[in-house]
């Protein structure tokens, strides 16, 4: 196996054209599959000496910039990410654990795609934008068309997650659950991840549900997010809301929960997690 | 002042077997069945022996044919014409890195005819349930004889079923419940691993993670035909045991791949194969059934319990043994009916872990208690109140103890325990779980004292440091009884070629072992001839045992709309005789309970089809810091111990009680009875659900 | 792969396959105070500080320590006598195995939030599992080494 360890974008790029090659961010999951053999390529491609890729900051004042190479506990502490986007600073903060956390990148998080970790589904919520680069070009995706099945993304094998852009909304609200009732240090057995903004009267005026851990990927609740919108949620509304989530969700058997189990939690969840965004 | 071994384990400079490399050494790994249950075919060694680095390859056809074990002698090297259990060891190979042996064991090609597979004791014993072992009366040791049901390992009972259902039948009281675990692991965090360097039949040394050195020379010279004499187990620390330590692992097999190979070779488990292949815990079965008078008072029991040995029955706990699954050491049972059925299966095999069969047992019978009380219509605490057994009274089995404090221990963790609030919202209860065991007055041990310059004293002790601080315990008994500094003795951990015997550590009684070679150390020392060095050695049964009582309260919250259980604190009621080493005593209190509430809530091997599913820490979850509860821990001193320092067992006393402790908390607050271990929040959302 | 890097603030170089795990360059070359546990970077046993922050060395490529500074119980303790001082005088280990991975995240901790409260102390220190302990001694030396900083 072959290591490379490119200082532009371009470079890492043109490594990446050879055959059967992985980029490596943190390398967390990548060191796990190659101990148990679940991949075995031919060269590694190491993003970690690549500066473009890295820092965050606004690029606009509506929107944030997160290079793919920035860490969890980058994403933690960033005055800016705690400013603009608290749920995806407390939601860093639950992952795994401080090593992980320490060398775990947001490019990471979702080119693994792996659906019971926090992040795919606060990002999809927050509706944040994948920027891609390859051979071919450059483009960006949303997420909500970047997982594309069980650890499986829009991003091909010769492309590069270069930067994660999420909108900064004034006046959204965010609340993030990950609901682990065997040991926190667990993946969640649901996550559930809103934003939403109101008017002064308390009608909701956008709102995203995403669900963690309840089917291939992280999902969008579109339709129990569209029964808010416009409304000012009562009870029944909310319990329509989490029933749709529910009923929306394609949850496994598993150690964390029955198929069952997971739905009737989206419900429960759901509107727990919607009334703490209504709360504030 | 500290433990002995304080500063250098938290340097990194304490050597644990994984830790050594010895000149010339090879690696080994093995390559593992796939299937619960199958004829081997063919293997295909040809890749792995291309591989790079490897220096020879070896299936059961290359290595002796003699199993190994303890009372049943029944465990092959490498599965010999057809593999038992998902996980069992089929081919070695070894190459000059870990790393290249374990990628050619993994090119290895097996090539299996499937045999229909029992993986539950239910099925395993069912008429034509297929043959684990086409003759498992054959093996030496074997305590099943022909015409005994083809996959029971044995049948232990006490006392008369057919008197105590008569009395069952004349009840004014009766519950019969049926109760399961799960398969759980010992959780040590170090993984088994072993270095043997085999030089001649005269010259053997083992470095293996093993707390019961002395035994384990003898099964892996038996099995090799050395004599155990020669074979020398070296000291090593080990990073925990819990019972899971005391077989001999691998070292048969490395010894013989060394025999082999003319290398020494080295073996460490990856934590995967160790949650998979190595020695967890017995899944349970247990049929309890109590009856009681109008006043609540037992008239007679029963407990029947069908454990689950797996696919080798060397190294599962020898139950019924005293206070093992199917025991009622704590209560006045006039009649009492106990089966305990040691069941072969296509799954891992099983093994010793902390307290073994109590925590299942008690987990029933304590439930059991709780449900009966329901029924008779009296608190929880008062039936115990009025069962508990009193000094001068035998328990269920007949067996005298030299005084019973349960009662005493009772009412202290009744006084001592205070309401917390639950979150809002959430459901509150309390539940109670009685546990009692015995300390034997049984004392193997040896020492060597030297006397060296400065008025200090080295002492050589062959007992293996498992982690409790029982080098740190003895240091301080001897510093009593002799008169030293205890900074002015060394404690040293020897070979067992340097000592002559040891009985290993295990039945929460190293402490008291200790004190009864201590007390012979003292004598021997006073006696001496000028700055010599004395051996002394104990090998002793006085047959007074004393038993020691738990009393546990745990307080839990349950949000009633998700089933989540919170434990809010868990009051641990200790019966204690004189403490030497208090830190020490406390953490074997909390460290006991932590694991009793991994196995209540959390561990869960996962187990189906004979396939361990849990089979990596990310799936296998041990309680962390932050998912162990709030501990109250009360002291009920005056307790009668054993030998001068008046000592007895803490380092098992806790583990068992706490399943049935949240339970019954579960219970008190929901109305739901789980009866089926792990108590996850989903089971509690399904009862909860059930009930509406 | 020739991997160099500073090792407890000394320079170190050693050949290695490329897709060699940081837990292992160290245990191979001497630095067998870093414990392999359960290999998936769950228990904490391997953990080593890489840039002042704590890394799992067991699902950590040894290519990414290239030119990186590292430290090891080894050295954590001898740089930072009140980091041993701690856990000695608070015993916080029973056998041993997870206590070069709890001190070195206690340093971690210590870089992170010095003033960590017992809930933060448990949080930060949860990926670190013991199993003999029941964790009290644990979080009281971490609480100690924090309060002599």
Redesign the interface.
Known sequence: MLISSPTSVEGALEELGNENTLAVGGGTSIALMLKNRLIEPDRLVLLNKVPTLSGIDERTSATVRIGATSTLLELMHSPLVNAALPMLSFASSRVGNPRVRSVATIGGAIIHGDPRQDLPPVLLSLGATAHIVGPSGERDVPLSEFFLGFMESAAGEDELVTEVTVPRVAGQRTHYTRFTPGSEDDYPTVGVAIAMTLDSEGTVRDARIALGGVDSTAILATEAAALLVGHRPSDELIAAAGQSAAEGANPSDDQRGSESYKRAMVDVWTRRTISACLAG | MSRVDAALKASGRSRYVADFTLANMAYAAVARSEMAHARIVSIDTSAARGCPGVIAVFTAADVTATPYGRALVDTPLLARDKVRFVGERVAAVVAATRHEAEYAAAMIEVEYEPLDAVFTPSEALAPGAPAVHEQPWAYQGAAAKEGDPINLIHRGTHGSKEAVDAALASAAFVVDHHYTTQGVHQGYLEPQACIAEYISDEEVRIWLTTKAPYRVREMVGKCLDIDPKKIELEPITLGGDFGGKGSPQDAPLCTELSRKTGRPIKMTLRYSEDLTAANPRHPAEIDVRIGADEQGRIVAASMVANLNAGAYGAFTPSVPAPHGAVEIPSYRVPLFYSEANRVYTNTVPRGNMRAPGAPQGTFALESAMDELALVVGIEPAELRRRNLLVTGEADASHVHWIEHRGLETLEAALNAVVPIEPPEGWLYGRGISVYSRPTTSMASTSLRLTPVDDGCLRVETPLVETGTGSHTVLRQMLADQLGFAPQNIEIVGVSTNDLPRDAGAGASRVTAGFAAVVDVAAKAWMNRSRDEAIVVEVNEDSGVDVGSYTVQIAQVAVDPSTGQLKILELLNAVDVAAIINPLAFQMQIDGGATMGVGFATLENLDEADGQVWAANMGEYKLPSARDVPRYKTVKVPGAIGLGTANVKNIGESTTPPVAAAIANAVFDSTKCRIRDLPITAEKIYQALKGQQ | ?NVKMTLNGEPFSAET???S?LV?VL?LNG???????????????C?VI?NE????SC???A??A?GQDVW???GL??KDPAL?DA???K??????????GQ?V?AY??GI?NPKASE?E???????????????????ESVRTYLASK
């Open positions: 792969m396959p490329s897709d795990l292992d245990r630095f067998t105070g870093t414990k392999e546990g359960c290999g998936v970077g769950v228990c904490g046993a953990t890489v922050v704590p890394v799992a699902i950590y490529l290519a990414l290239q090891t119980v080894e303790t001898t041993l856990f000695v005088e015993e916080g280990m029973q056998c041993g195995i997870c206590t070069p001190v995240s971690a901790l992170e809930s102390i448990r949080e930060f220190m949860a990926g670190n599992l013991c199993r003999c302990t029941g964790y009290v001694t644990i979080t």
